[in-house]
Protein backbone atom coordinates (compact mmCIF):
# COMPACT_ATOMS: atom_id res chain seq x y z
CA UNK A 1 0.00 0.00 0.00
CA UNK A 2 0.93 3.75 -0.90
CA UNK A 3 1.94 5.31 2.67
CA UNK A 4 -0.38 7.67 3.82
CA UNK A 5 1.05 10.54 6.24
CA UNK A 6 -0.68 12.40 8.73
CA UNK A 7 -0.54 16.23 8.33
CA UNK A 8 2.83 16.71 7.20
CA UNK A 9 2.63 20.66 6.88
CA UNK A 10 2.15 20.82 10.56
CA UNK A 11 5.35 19.75 11.56
CA UNK A 12 7.12 20.98 8.13
CA UNK A 13 6.05 24.29 9.09
CA UNK A 14 7.05 24.62 12.23
CA UNK A 15 10.41 23.11 11.25
CA UNK A 16 10.69 26.42 8.86
CA UNK A 17 9.50 28.90 10.98
CA UNK A 18 11.69 27.99 14.07
CA UNK A 19 14.62 28.22 11.56
CA UNK A 20 14.07 31.40 10.07
CA UNK A 21 13.87 34.70 12.40
CA UNK A 22 12.19 36.69 9.71
CA UNK A 23 9.35 34.44 9.32
CA UNK A 24 5.62 35.07 10.56
CA UNK A 25 2.65 32.71 11.05
CA UNK A 26 -0.47 34.91 10.07
CA UNK A 27 -4.02 33.05 9.74
CA UNK A 28 -7.53 34.38 9.36
CA UNK A 29 -9.71 32.35 11.36
CA UNK A 30 -8.38 28.42 9.86
CA UNK A 31 -5.79 27.90 12.25
CA UNK A 32 -6.50 24.19 12.99
CA UNK A 33 -7.63 24.07 9.49
CA UNK A 34 -4.46 24.87 8.04
CA UNK A 35 -2.70 22.06 10.74
CA UNK A 36 -1.26 25.46 12.24
CA UNK A 37 -3.06 25.42 15.47
CA UNK A 38 -0.22 23.52 17.55
CA UNK A 39 2.27 26.10 15.76
CA UNK A 40 -0.20 28.76 17.13
CA UNK A 41 0.25 26.85 20.84
CA UNK A 42 4.04 26.39 20.88
CA UNK A 43 4.68 29.74 19.40
CA UNK A 44 2.95 32.60 20.15
CA UNK A 45 5.26 34.89 19.92
CA UNK A 46 5.46 34.17 15.65
CA UNK A 47 1.99 33.90 15.74
CA UNK A 48 -1.06 36.71 14.15
CA UNK A 49 -4.74 36.26 14.45
CA UNK A 50 -6.20 38.60 12.18
CA UNK A 51 -9.72 37.34 12.18
CA UNK A 52 -12.29 36.67 9.02
CA UNK A 53 -10.72 40.16 8.10
CA UNK A 54 -8.87 38.95 4.72
CA UNK A 55 -8.46 42.10 2.96
CA UNK A 56 -6.32 43.73 6.01
CA UNK A 57 -4.70 40.39 6.23
CA UNK A 58 -3.58 41.06 2.78
CA UNK A 59 -2.10 44.59 3.05
CA UNK A 60 -1.14 44.12 6.66
CA UNK A 61 1.25 41.06 5.30
CA UNK A 62 2.62 43.61 2.42
CA UNK A 63 3.68 46.08 5.66
CA UNK A 64 5.15 43.45 7.25
CA UNK A 65 6.86 42.56 3.65
CA UNK A 66 8.34 46.24 3.94
CA UNK A 67 9.35 45.41 7.18
CA UNK A 68 11.42 42.45 5.87
CA UNK A 69 9.65 39.88 7.52
CA UNK A 70 8.38 36.86 5.14
CA UNK A 71 4.74 35.91 6.21
CA UNK A 72 3.23 33.28 5.56
CA UNK A 73 -0.59 33.83 5.61
CA UNK A 74 -2.68 30.45 5.83
CA UNK A 75 -6.17 30.33 4.92
CA UNK A 76 -8.32 28.23 2.18
CA UNK A 77 -6.88 28.64 -1.17
CA UNK A 78 -10.02 30.83 -2.37
CA UNK A 79 -10.56 32.96 0.73
CA UNK A 80 -6.61 34.58 -0.57
CA UNK A 81 -7.61 35.45 -3.97
CA UNK A 82 -11.30 35.77 -4.41
CA UNK A 83 -12.51 38.51 -1.94
CA UNK A 84 -8.93 40.18 -1.54
CA UNK A 85 -7.80 40.26 -5.02
CA UNK A 86 -7.37 43.89 -5.06
CA UNK A 87 -5.29 43.97 -2.17
CA UNK A 88 -3.46 40.95 -3.16
CA UNK A 89 -2.26 43.03 -6.47
CA UNK A 90 -1.48 46.33 -4.71
CA UNK A 91 -0.23 45.37 -1.21
CA UNK A 92 1.48 42.24 -2.94
CA UNK A 93 2.09 41.26 -5.84
CA UNK A 94 3.19 44.88 -7.19
CA UNK A 95 5.95 45.29 -4.73
CA UNK A 96 6.74 42.38 -4.95
CA UNK A 97 6.59 41.59 -1.13
CA UNK A 98 7.82 38.26 0.12
CA UNK A 99 4.76 36.80 1.22
CA UNK A 100 3.86 33.45 1.34
CA UNK A 101 0.55 32.27 0.77
CA UNK A 102 -0.53 28.70 1.74
CA UNK A 103 -3.80 27.83 0.02
CA UNK A 104 -5.58 24.67 1.52
CA UNK A 105 -7.87 22.68 -0.33
CA UNK A 106 -7.12 23.50 -3.99
CA UNK A 107 -9.86 22.85 -6.32
CA UNK A 108 -12.27 19.87 -5.57
CA UNK A 109 -10.63 17.90 -2.06
CA UNK A 110 -13.28 20.20 -0.15
CA UNK A 111 -16.55 18.74 0.40
CA UNK A 112 -17.37 22.75 0.41
CA UNK A 113 -18.77 23.80 -2.70
CA UNK A 114 -18.56 26.56 -4.46
CA UNK A 115 -17.57 29.02 -1.62
CA UNK A 116 -14.91 26.88 -0.46
CA UNK A 117 -13.30 25.69 -3.99
CA UNK A 118 -10.58 27.58 -5.34
CA UNK A 119 -10.95 26.15 -9.14
CA UNK A 120 -9.85 28.95 -10.81
CA UNK A 121 -6.67 29.85 -8.76
CA UNK A 122 -4.38 29.00 -10.98
CA UNK A 123 -5.69 31.23 -13.51
CA UNK A 124 -6.56 34.30 -11.35
CA UNK A 125 -2.37 33.51 -10.55
CA UNK A 126 -0.57 33.23 -13.51
CA UNK A 127 -2.08 36.52 -14.84
CA UNK A 128 -0.85 38.50 -11.72
CA UNK A 129 3.04 39.69 -12.56
CA UNK A 130 5.64 38.89 -10.21
CA UNK A 131 3.49 36.17 -9.03
CA UNK A 132 4.82 32.74 -8.77
CA UNK A 133 3.35 29.56 -8.24
CA UNK A 134 3.79 26.40 -6.61
CA UNK A 135 1.62 23.25 -6.13
CA UNK A 136 1.54 20.31 -4.05
CA UNK A 137 1.32 16.73 -5.27
CA UNK A 138 1.89 14.25 -2.28
CA UNK A 139 3.37 14.19 1.38
CA UNK A 140 7.02 15.40 0.30
CA UNK A 141 6.03 18.07 -1.94
CA UNK A 142 4.29 19.28 1.57
CA UNK A 143 6.89 18.52 3.65
CA UNK A 144 9.42 20.42 1.31
CA UNK A 145 6.52 23.66 0.41
CA UNK A 146 7.75 25.84 2.92
CA UNK A 147 11.39 26.10 2.19
CA UNK A 148 10.50 26.18 -1.52
CA UNK A 149 8.43 28.91 -1.21
CA UNK A 150 10.35 30.65 1.37
CA UNK A 151 13.44 31.16 -1.66
CA UNK A 152 11.43 32.80 -3.52
CA UNK A 153 12.45 36.49 -4.11
CA UNK A 154 8.83 37.36 -4.11
CA UNK A 155 5.21 36.51 -3.67
CA UNK A 156 4.07 32.94 -4.00
CA UNK A 157 0.49 31.31 -3.95
CA UNK A 158 0.89 27.35 -2.59
CA UNK A 159 -1.33 24.95 -3.15
CA UNK A 160 -1.27 22.74 -0.27
CA UNK A 161 -2.82 19.66 0.81
CA UNK A 162 -3.95 18.54 4.32
CA UNK A 163 -4.92 15.88 6.19
CA UNK A 164 -4.09 12.70 4.95
CA UNK A 165 -1.69 12.87 2.28
CA UNK A 166 -0.03 10.12 0.19
CA UNK A 167 3.56 9.86 -0.26
CA UNK A 168 4.24 9.25 -4.13
CA UNK A 169 7.90 11.16 -3.96
CA UNK A 170 10.94 10.72 -1.82
CA UNK A 171 12.62 13.86 -2.91
CA UNK A 172 11.27 16.74 -2.23
CA UNK A 173 10.36 20.15 -4.60
CA UNK A 174 13.00 21.41 -6.66
CA UNK A 175 11.49 25.03 -7.92
CA UNK A 176 11.08 24.99 -11.38
CA UNK A 177 12.03 20.98 -11.85
CA UNK A 178 8.98 18.74 -13.34
CA UNK A 179 9.16 15.56 -12.09
CA UNK A 180 9.80 12.82 -14.93
CA UNK A 181 8.06 9.85 -13.80
CA UNK A 182 7.40 7.79 -16.81
CA UNK A 183 9.47 7.98 -19.72
CA UNK A 184 7.59 6.66 -22.68
CA UNK A 185 7.62 7.57 -26.51
CA UNK A 186 3.76 7.66 -27.38
CA UNK A 187 1.58 10.33 -25.71
CA UNK A 188 2.70 12.89 -23.02
CA UNK A 189 0.23 12.99 -19.70
CA UNK A 190 1.10 16.06 -17.66
CA UNK A 191 -0.60 16.47 -14.25
CA UNK A 192 -0.28 18.22 -11.29
CA UNK A 193 -1.37 18.61 -7.40
CA UNK A 194 -3.39 15.45 -6.58
CA UNK A 195 -4.41 14.33 -10.11
CA UNK A 196 -0.99 13.23 -10.47
CA UNK A 197 -1.69 9.91 -8.29
CA UNK A 198 -4.34 9.53 -10.70
CA UNK A 199 -2.14 9.97 -13.90
CA UNK A 200 -0.23 7.61 -12.02
CA UNK A 201 -2.66 4.50 -11.65
CA UNK A 202 -3.56 5.56 -15.21
CA UNK A 203 -0.26 5.07 -16.35
CA UNK A 204 0.16 1.78 -14.56
CA UNK A 205 -3.01 0.13 -16.46
CA UNK A 206 -2.08 1.85 -19.99
CA UNK A 207 1.29 0.31 -19.98
CA UNK A 208 0.02 -3.07 -18.75
CA UNK A 209 -2.61 -2.47 -22.25
CA UNK A 210 1.16 -1.88 -24.04
CA UNK A 211 1.06 1.97 -24.53
CA UNK A 212 4.36 3.82 -23.87
CA UNK A 213 3.32 6.76 -21.30
CA UNK A 214 5.18 9.26 -20.69
CA UNK A 215 4.08 10.98 -17.76
CA UNK A 216 5.42 14.66 -16.01
CA UNK A 217 4.52 16.54 -12.69
CA UNK A 218 4.32 19.79 -11.98
CA UNK A 219 5.27 21.47 -8.67
CA UNK A 220 6.21 24.79 -10.38
CA UNK A 221 3.46 26.08 -12.34
CA UNK A 222 4.92 29.74 -12.59
CA UNK A 223 8.13 30.16 -13.87
CA UNK A 224 7.47 27.42 -16.32
CA UNK A 225 10.10 25.69 -18.33
CA UNK A 226 8.73 26.14 -21.74
CA UNK A 227 12.04 24.60 -22.79
CA UNK A 228 12.21 21.14 -21.00
CA UNK A 229 8.45 21.07 -21.81
CA UNK A 230 9.26 20.82 -25.20
CA UNK A 231 11.77 18.67 -25.11
CA UNK A 232 9.25 16.06 -23.81
CA UNK A 233 6.36 16.87 -26.21
CA UNK A 234 8.73 16.32 -28.88
CA UNK A 235 10.04 13.22 -27.71
CA UNK A 236 6.37 11.33 -27.93
CA UNK A 237 4.49 10.03 -31.20
CA UNK A 238 1.25 11.08 -30.37
CA UNK A 239 -0.20 13.90 -28.67
CA UNK A 240 -0.95 15.67 -25.39
CA UNK A 241 -3.01 15.02 -22.50
CA UNK A 242 -3.18 16.94 -19.33
CA UNK A 243 -5.35 16.46 -16.20
CA UNK A 244 -5.58 19.46 -13.48
CA UNK A 245 -7.36 19.82 -10.34
CA UNK A 246 -9.05 23.38 -11.91
CA UNK A 247 -10.94 25.05 -14.78
CA UNK A 248 -9.65 23.77 -17.98
CA UNK A 249 -8.86 27.54 -19.20
CA UNK A 250 -5.79 29.22 -17.45
CA UNK A 251 -4.62 26.34 -15.87
CA UNK A 252 -2.20 23.57 -16.61
CA UNK A 253 -3.89 22.43 -20.08
CA UNK A 254 -3.72 26.30 -21.05
CA UNK A 255 -0.16 26.60 -20.22
CA UNK A 256 0.73 23.37 -22.43
CA UNK A 257 -1.67 24.63 -24.92
CA UNK A 258 0.23 28.03 -25.39
CA UNK A 259 3.63 26.54 -25.34
CA UNK A 260 2.61 24.63 -28.06
CA UNK A 261 0.99 27.01 -29.89
CA UNK A 262 4.23 29.55 -29.54
CA UNK A 263 6.23 26.79 -30.79
CA UNK A 264 4.30 25.98 -33.66
CA UNK A 265 3.81 22.48 -32.19
CA UNK A 266 1.80 21.03 -34.48
CA UNK A 267 0.48 18.20 -31.59
CA UNK A 268 -2.69 17.29 -30.40
CA UNK A 269 -3.65 18.34 -26.84
CA UNK A 270 -6.28 17.02 -24.97
CA UNK A 271 -7.18 19.40 -21.43
CA UNK A 272 -9.42 17.36 -18.68
CA UNK A 273 -10.46 19.29 -15.67
CA UNK A 274 -13.59 21.11 -14.77
CA UNK A 275 -14.78 22.57 -18.18
CA UNK A 276 -16.51 26.14 -17.75
CA UNK A 277 -18.16 25.05 -14.96
CA UNK A 278 -18.31 25.26 -10.69
CA UNK A 279 -18.15 21.98 -8.71
CA UNK A 280 -20.62 21.35 -5.74
CA UNK A 281 -20.30 19.79 -2.54
CA UNK A 282 -19.08 15.71 -2.02
CA UNK A 283 -16.39 13.57 -1.32
CA UNK A 284 -13.18 14.29 -3.56
CA UNK A 285 -13.53 10.65 -5.25
CA UNK A 286 -17.30 11.26 -5.90
CA UNK A 287 -16.25 14.88 -7.41
CA UNK A 288 -13.27 13.72 -9.48
CA UNK A 289 -15.63 11.15 -11.22
CA UNK A 290 -18.25 13.27 -11.58
CA UNK A 291 -16.75 15.56 -13.22
CA UNK A 292 -14.02 13.38 -15.13
CA UNK A 293 -10.80 14.18 -13.32
CA UNK A 294 -9.96 10.91 -12.14
CA UNK A 295 -7.83 7.95 -13.80
CA UNK A 296 -10.89 6.40 -15.28
CA UNK A 297 -11.67 9.60 -17.09
CA UNK A 298 -7.79 10.21 -18.23
CA UNK A 299 -7.89 6.83 -19.87
CA UNK A 300 -11.10 7.58 -22.10
CA UNK A 301 -9.02 10.81 -22.84
CA UNK A 302 -5.68 8.82 -23.87
CA UNK A 303 -8.51 6.20 -25.61
CA UNK A 304 -9.74 9.48 -27.86
CA UNK A 305 -6.11 11.11 -28.42
CA UNK A 306 -4.91 7.65 -29.39
CA UNK A 307 -8.05 6.75 -31.02
CA UNK A 308 -8.28 3.30 -29.86
CA UNK A 309 -9.78 1.11 -26.43
CA UNK A 310 -7.91 -0.42 -24.53
CA UNK A 311 -10.88 -1.85 -22.83
CA UNK A 312 -9.34 -0.84 -18.95
CA UNK A 313 -11.47 -0.67 -16.30
CA UNK A 314 -12.20 0.30 -12.92
CA UNK A 315 -10.48 -2.85 -11.34
CA UNK A 316 -7.57 -2.36 -13.28
CA UNK A 317 -7.43 0.60 -12.13
CA UNK A 318 -7.59 0.43 -8.51
CA UNK A 319 -5.16 -2.70 -8.95
CA UNK A 320 -2.80 -0.70 -10.77
CA UNK A 321 -2.90 1.91 -7.95
CA UNK A 322 -0.81 0.33 -5.02
CA UNK A 323 1.86 -1.26 -7.91
CA UNK A 324 2.04 2.21 -9.43
CA UNK A 325 2.88 3.88 -5.97
CA UNK A 326 5.47 1.21 -5.02
CA UNK A 327 7.21 1.05 -8.46
CA UNK A 328 7.81 4.66 -8.43
CA UNK A 329 8.79 5.14 -4.80
CA UNK A 330 11.18 2.05 -5.51
CA UNK A 331 12.26 4.26 -8.98
CA UNK A 332 13.09 7.06 -7.39
CA UNK A 333 15.02 5.96 -4.48
CA UNK A 334 17.86 4.76 -6.95
CA UNK B 1 20.24 69.03 8.13
CA UNK B 2 16.93 67.59 9.85
CA UNK B 3 16.68 71.23 11.61
CA UNK B 4 17.64 72.79 8.38
CA UNK B 5 14.69 71.62 6.34
CA UNK B 6 12.25 72.20 9.39
CA UNK B 7 11.05 75.51 10.29
CA UNK B 8 12.53 77.57 7.74
CA UNK B 9 9.13 78.74 6.91
CA UNK B 10 5.81 78.60 9.65
CA UNK B 11 3.52 76.22 8.98
CA UNK B 12 0.65 78.34 8.10
CA UNK B 13 2.89 79.84 5.37
CA UNK B 14 3.82 76.19 4.21
CA UNK B 15 0.03 75.72 4.24
CA UNK B 16 -0.87 78.93 1.89
CA UNK B 17 2.27 78.13 -0.36
CA UNK B 18 0.17 74.48 -1.15
CA UNK B 19 -2.50 76.16 -1.54
CA UNK B 20 -0.84 78.80 -4.15
CA UNK B 21 0.68 75.81 -6.16
CA UNK B 22 -1.72 73.97 -6.66
CA UNK B 23 -3.79 76.69 -7.32
CA UNK B 24 -1.53 77.78 -9.86
CA UNK B 25 -1.62 74.49 -11.48
CA UNK B 26 -5.17 73.96 -11.81
CA UNK B 27 -5.47 77.08 -13.39
CA UNK B 28 -2.99 76.67 -15.81
CA UNK B 29 -4.12 72.94 -16.66
CA UNK B 30 -7.41 74.04 -16.60
CA UNK B 31 -8.53 71.85 -13.74
CA UNK B 32 -7.44 69.89 -10.70
CA UNK B 33 -7.16 68.99 -6.88
CA UNK B 34 -8.06 72.30 -5.65
CA UNK B 35 -10.50 71.25 -2.99
CA UNK B 36 -8.23 68.57 -1.44
CA UNK B 37 -5.48 71.48 -1.19
CA UNK B 38 -8.42 73.66 0.57
CA UNK B 39 -9.12 71.24 2.88
CA UNK B 40 -5.56 69.38 3.71
CA UNK B 41 -3.38 71.96 3.44
CA UNK B 42 -2.52 72.54 7.63
CA UNK B 43 -2.72 68.88 7.86
CA UNK B 44 0.15 68.16 5.53
CA UNK B 45 1.66 71.62 6.06
CA UNK B 46 1.90 70.21 9.74
CA UNK B 47 3.29 66.93 9.37
CA UNK B 48 6.24 67.35 7.17
CA UNK B 49 6.92 71.36 8.86
CA UNK B 50 6.56 70.29 12.40
CA UNK B 51 5.14 66.74 13.49
CA UNK B 52 7.18 64.09 11.42
CA UNK B 53 10.45 63.13 12.12
CA UNK B 54 12.10 62.68 8.80
CA UNK B 55 15.46 62.96 7.68
CA UNK B 56 16.57 64.66 4.57
CA UNK B 57 15.79 63.56 1.28
CA UNK B 58 17.85 61.05 -0.84
CA UNK B 59 16.66 61.54 -4.37
CA UNK B 60 17.48 64.17 -6.48
CA UNK B 61 15.51 67.45 -6.19
CA UNK B 62 14.24 67.22 -10.01
CA UNK B 63 12.36 64.11 -9.69
CA UNK B 64 13.76 61.03 -12.36
CA UNK B 65 11.59 60.10 -15.09
CA UNK B 66 9.66 57.05 -14.74
CA UNK B 67 12.28 54.06 -14.54
CA UNK B 68 10.05 50.90 -14.58
CA UNK B 69 7.56 48.65 -12.38
CA UNK B 70 8.36 46.29 -9.66
CA UNK B 71 9.68 43.07 -11.44
CA UNK B 72 12.74 40.62 -11.49
CA UNK B 73 14.20 42.04 -14.34
CA UNK B 74 14.63 45.76 -12.81
CA UNK B 75 16.58 45.55 -10.17
CA UNK B 76 17.40 49.16 -9.75
CA UNK B 77 14.08 49.99 -8.78
CA UNK B 78 12.97 52.22 -5.98
CA UNK B 79 9.63 53.94 -4.75
CA UNK B 80 9.49 57.38 -4.01
CA UNK B 81 9.85 57.34 -0.37
CA UNK B 82 13.58 58.85 -0.29
CA UNK B 83 11.67 62.29 -0.58
CA UNK B 84 10.56 61.59 2.77
CA UNK B 85 14.40 60.83 4.12
CA UNK B 86 15.94 57.73 4.59
CA UNK B 87 14.40 54.42 6.60
CA UNK B 88 15.96 54.42 10.02
CA UNK B 89 14.67 52.51 13.44
CA UNK B 90 13.78 56.28 14.91
CA UNK B 91 12.61 57.73 11.54
CA UNK B 92 8.83 57.85 10.88
CA UNK B 93 7.28 56.85 7.24
CA UNK B 94 4.55 58.19 5.94
CA UNK B 95 1.85 57.03 3.83
CA UNK B 96 -0.92 58.76 2.08
CA UNK B 97 -3.43 56.85 1.66
CA UNK B 98 -5.87 58.95 -1.03
CA UNK B 99 -3.39 58.96 -3.35
CA UNK B 100 -5.28 61.29 -5.71
CA UNK B 101 -3.61 63.77 -3.23
CA UNK B 102 -0.54 63.51 -4.51
CA UNK B 103 -0.89 67.11 -6.12
CA UNK B 104 -1.35 68.29 -3.02
CA UNK B 105 1.48 66.31 -1.66
CA UNK B 106 4.03 67.30 -4.39
CA UNK B 107 3.37 71.00 -3.46
CA UNK B 108 4.37 70.05 0.28
CA UNK B 109 7.68 68.44 -0.88
CA UNK B 110 8.12 71.55 -2.90
CA UNK B 111 7.14 73.93 0.22
CA UNK B 112 9.53 72.25 2.79
CA UNK B 113 12.06 72.15 0.29
CA UNK B 114 11.73 68.47 -0.46
CA UNK B 115 11.56 68.71 -4.19
CA UNK B 116 12.19 71.13 -6.67
CA UNK B 117 9.27 73.27 -8.12
CA UNK B 118 10.28 71.96 -11.25
CA UNK B 119 8.87 68.55 -9.93
CA UNK B 120 4.89 69.65 -10.20
CA UNK B 121 5.52 70.77 -13.73
CA UNK B 122 6.20 67.09 -14.26
CA UNK B 123 3.10 66.32 -13.02
CA UNK B 124 0.72 64.08 -15.28
CA UNK B 125 3.42 63.99 -18.42
CA UNK B 126 3.94 60.90 -20.13
CA UNK B 127 6.80 59.53 -18.88
CA UNK B 128 7.16 61.07 -15.90
CA UNK B 129 7.08 59.93 -12.18
CA UNK B 130 5.44 62.69 -10.94
CA UNK B 131 1.96 60.58 -11.13
CA UNK B 132 -1.67 62.40 -11.50
CA UNK B 133 -2.73 59.15 -8.89
CA UNK B 134 0.44 58.81 -6.43
CA UNK B 135 2.50 55.62 -7.42
CA UNK B 136 5.20 53.86 -5.35
CA UNK B 137 7.86 55.35 -7.46
CA UNK B 138 5.57 58.92 -7.18
CA UNK B 139 7.55 61.70 -5.18
CA UNK B 140 7.13 61.32 -1.15
CA UNK B 141 5.35 57.91 -2.12
CA UNK B 142 6.29 54.89 -0.42
CA UNK B 143 3.12 51.95 -1.26
CA UNK B 144 0.63 51.88 -3.70
CA UNK B 145 -2.45 53.58 -2.10
CA UNK B 146 -4.94 54.69 -5.30
CA UNK B 147 -7.09 51.84 -4.28
CA UNK B 148 -8.39 53.36 -1.44
CA UNK B 149 -8.73 51.62 2.14
CA UNK B 150 -5.38 49.59 2.04
CA UNK B 151 -3.35 52.21 3.42
CA UNK B 152 -4.47 52.08 6.91
CA UNK B 153 -4.07 48.08 7.00
CA UNK B 154 -0.12 48.46 5.16
CA UNK B 155 0.82 51.01 7.65
CA UNK B 156 -0.31 48.56 10.98
CA UNK B 157 1.50 45.86 9.48
CA UNK B 158 4.47 47.53 8.84
CA UNK B 159 4.23 49.17 12.20
CA UNK B 160 3.71 45.79 13.70
CA UNK B 161 6.72 44.59 12.19
CA UNK B 162 9.05 48.02 13.51
CA UNK B 163 7.95 47.00 17.19
CA UNK B 164 8.87 43.40 16.29
CA UNK B 165 12.35 44.84 15.41
CA UNK B 166 12.41 47.81 18.49
CA UNK B 167 11.96 51.00 15.81
CA UNK B 168 11.05 53.93 17.66
CA UNK B 169 9.70 55.52 15.11
CA UNK B 170 5.93 56.08 14.11
CA UNK B 171 4.14 55.07 10.89
CA UNK B 172 2.02 57.71 10.13
CA UNK B 173 -1.29 57.52 7.29
CA UNK B 174 -2.43 60.71 6.11
CA UNK B 175 -6.66 59.28 5.33
CA UNK B 176 -9.63 60.97 3.85
CA UNK B 177 -13.13 60.46 5.34
CA UNK B 178 -14.42 58.59 2.24
CA UNK B 179 -12.38 55.76 3.09
CA UNK B 180 -14.54 54.71 5.90
CA UNK B 181 -17.00 53.42 3.40
CA UNK B 182 -14.61 50.53 2.84
CA UNK B 183 -14.80 47.91 5.02
CA UNK B 184 -10.78 47.50 5.24
CA UNK B 185 -10.95 50.24 7.41
CA UNK B 186 -12.62 48.82 9.81
CA UNK B 187 -10.73 45.48 9.77
CA UNK B 188 -7.21 47.66 9.92
CA UNK B 189 -8.72 49.47 12.80
CA UNK B 190 -9.71 46.44 14.71
CA UNK B 191 -6.55 44.59 14.03
CA UNK B 192 -4.17 47.57 15.10
CA UNK B 193 -6.99 47.25 18.55
CA UNK B 194 -6.20 43.37 18.80
CA UNK B 195 -2.62 43.59 18.16
CA UNK B 196 -2.23 47.13 20.13
CA UNK B 197 -0.06 48.58 17.16
CA UNK B 198 -0.20 52.34 18.93
CA UNK B 199 3.05 53.17 16.90
CA UNK B 200 0.86 54.03 14.19
CA UNK B 201 -0.97 57.45 13.86
CA UNK B 202 -3.40 58.62 11.05
CA UNK B 203 -4.94 62.28 10.57
CA UNK B 204 -8.40 61.73 8.06
CA UNK B 205 -9.07 64.72 6.41
CA UNK B 206 -12.90 64.84 7.29
CA UNK B 207 -14.03 67.33 4.46
CA UNK B 208 -17.45 65.36 4.43
CA UNK B 209 -16.89 64.79 0.36
CA UNK B 210 -16.29 61.69 -2.00
CA UNK B 211 -15.96 61.40 -6.13
CA UNK B 212 -19.80 61.48 -6.30
CA UNK B 213 -20.62 64.37 -4.13
CA UNK B 214 -21.36 64.93 -0.51
CA UNK B 215 -21.16 61.95 0.93
CA UNK B 216 -24.39 62.22 2.88
CA UNK B 217 -25.67 61.88 -0.30
CA UNK B 218 -23.67 58.70 -1.32
CA UNK B 219 -23.65 56.65 1.70
CA UNK B 220 -24.01 58.15 5.01
CA UNK B 221 -21.54 56.57 7.35
CA UNK B 222 -22.71 57.72 10.82
CA UNK B 223 -20.72 58.83 13.98
CA UNK B 224 -17.40 57.88 12.21
CA UNK B 225 -15.41 58.89 15.27
CA UNK B 226 -17.76 56.99 17.79
CA UNK B 227 -17.66 54.01 15.87
CA UNK B 228 -13.45 54.06 15.53
CA UNK B 229 -13.72 54.13 19.52
CA UNK B 230 -15.81 51.33 19.50
CA UNK B 231 -13.66 49.44 17.11
CA UNK B 232 -10.69 50.16 19.70
CA UNK B 233 -8.94 53.38 18.22
CA UNK B 234 -8.08 56.38 19.99
CA UNK B 235 -10.05 59.35 18.21
CA UNK B 236 -9.68 62.95 19.17
CA UNK B 237 -11.38 65.87 16.67
CA UNK B 238 -10.05 68.63 15.40
CA UNK B 239 -10.28 71.52 13.19
CA UNK B 240 -8.63 71.06 10.15
CA UNK B 241 -7.11 74.42 10.20
CA UNK B 242 -5.99 74.94 13.64
CA UNK B 243 -2.61 74.32 13.75
CA UNK B 244 -2.99 74.36 17.39
CA UNK B 245 -5.39 72.03 17.47
CA UNK B 246 -3.19 69.66 15.62
CA UNK B 247 -0.48 69.68 17.60
CA UNK B 248 -2.40 69.35 20.87
CA UNK B 249 -4.30 66.26 19.68
CA UNK B 250 -1.03 64.69 18.59
CA UNK B 251 -0.48 64.15 22.49
CA UNK B 252 -3.41 62.44 23.15
CA UNK B 253 -2.30 59.07 25.61
CA UNK B 254 -3.28 56.24 23.27
CA UNK B 255 -0.93 53.26 24.76
CA UNK B 256 -2.18 50.10 23.42
CA UNK B 257 -4.27 51.84 21.09
CA UNK B 258 -3.82 53.57 17.44
CA UNK B 259 -4.50 56.91 17.22
CA UNK B 260 -6.70 58.85 14.56
CA UNK B 261 -7.11 62.48 14.56
CA UNK B 262 -10.42 63.02 12.94
CA UNK B 263 -9.49 66.60 11.26
CA UNK B 264 -12.92 68.23 10.42
CA UNK B 265 -12.26 70.32 7.47
CA UNK B 266 -13.84 72.71 4.97
CA UNK B 267 -13.51 72.10 1.38
CA UNK B 268 -13.32 75.11 0.18
CA UNK B 269 -10.77 76.75 3.18
CA UNK B 270 -8.70 79.55 1.21
CA UNK B 271 -10.28 79.65 -1.60
CA UNK B 272 -14.17 80.75 -1.29
CA UNK B 273 -15.13 80.48 -4.42
CA UNK B 274 -15.05 77.16 -5.20
CA UNK B 275 -18.66 77.03 -2.27
CA UNK B 276 -20.36 77.74 -6.01
CA UNK B 277 -19.30 74.49 -6.79
CA UNK B 278 -20.65 72.52 -4.07
CA UNK B 279 -21.03 69.61 -4.04
CA UNK B 280 -18.78 68.29 -6.95
CA UNK B 281 -15.85 69.50 -5.51
CA UNK B 282 -13.66 66.40 -6.24
CA UNK B 283 -12.40 67.16 -9.42
CA UNK B 284 -12.87 70.70 -10.29
CA UNK B 285 -12.67 71.56 -14.02
CA UNK B 286 -13.57 74.70 -15.37
CA UNK B 287 -17.11 74.66 -17.53
CA UNK B 288 -15.76 77.62 -19.64
CA UNK B 289 -13.27 80.39 -20.28
CA UNK B 290 -15.29 82.80 -18.63
CA UNK B 291 -15.24 80.45 -15.64
CA UNK B 292 -12.04 80.06 -15.90
CA UNK B 293 -11.01 83.62 -15.67
CA UNK B 294 -13.48 84.35 -13.10
CA UNK B 295 -12.04 82.07 -10.76
CA UNK B 296 -8.17 82.61 -11.71
CA UNK B 297 -8.91 86.86 -10.21
CA UNK B 298 -11.00 85.95 -7.85
CA UNK B 299 -9.13 82.70 -6.03
CA UNK B 300 -5.71 84.70 -6.63
CA UNK B 301 -7.46 87.77 -4.54
CA UNK B 302 -8.01 85.04 -1.75
CA UNK B 303 -5.05 83.89 -1.58
CA UNK B 304 -3.11 86.98 -1.92
CA UNK B 305 -1.46 86.76 -5.26
CA UNK B 306 -1.58 88.26 -8.58
CA UNK B 307 -3.81 86.31 -11.26
CA UNK B 308 -1.84 83.46 -13.18
CA UNK B 309 -0.98 84.44 -16.41
CA UNK B 310 -2.10 81.24 -18.13
CA UNK B 311 -1.73 82.18 -21.61
CA UNK B 312 1.62 82.15 -21.26
Not at chain 1, 47 to 73: D, I, K, T, V, W
Not at chain 1, 91 to 120: C, D, N, W
Request: net charge negative.
Amino acid sequence: MVEMVSRPYEAAFEKHAMAHDDVLCLSADLTSSCEIDKFRDNHPEKFLSLGMAEQNMMSFAGGLGLAGYRPFLHSFGVFLYRRPYDQLMASIAYPRRKVRLMGFLPGITTPGGMTHQAIEDISVMRSIPNMTILETGDATEVESICEAADSIDGPVYCRVLRGSVPRLFDTPIEVGKMRELESGNDILIVSSGITTEEAMRASAALKGAGVSVRHLHLNTIKPFDHKTMLDHIASVKGGVITLENHVVDGGIGSLLAETMADNGVGKRLIRLGLKDTYAHGGSRAYLMRYYGLDALALVHGIEDLMGQKFGITENDLSTARVDAVHSLVKAEGL
Amino acid sequence: MEQALRNEKSTEEVALGIRRRVFEHSIRNNGGYMSQACSAAEQLAWLYNEELNLGAPTLPMIPKPFEGVPHKDNPDYHTGAGYNGPVAPDLDRLFIAPAHYALVAYATLIETGRMAPEGLEMFNKDGSSVEMIGAEHSPGMEVHNGTLGIGLSTAAGLAYGRKLRGDTGNVWVYMSDGEVQEGQTWEAIAACAHHKIDNVKAIMDVNRQQCDGAMDSVMEVGDIGRKMEEFGAKVVWVNAHSIDEMRAAVKTPHTGQPLIILANSSPFEGMPTLEERFPRLHYVRFKSEDERARFNTEIAASLGIDPIDYAH
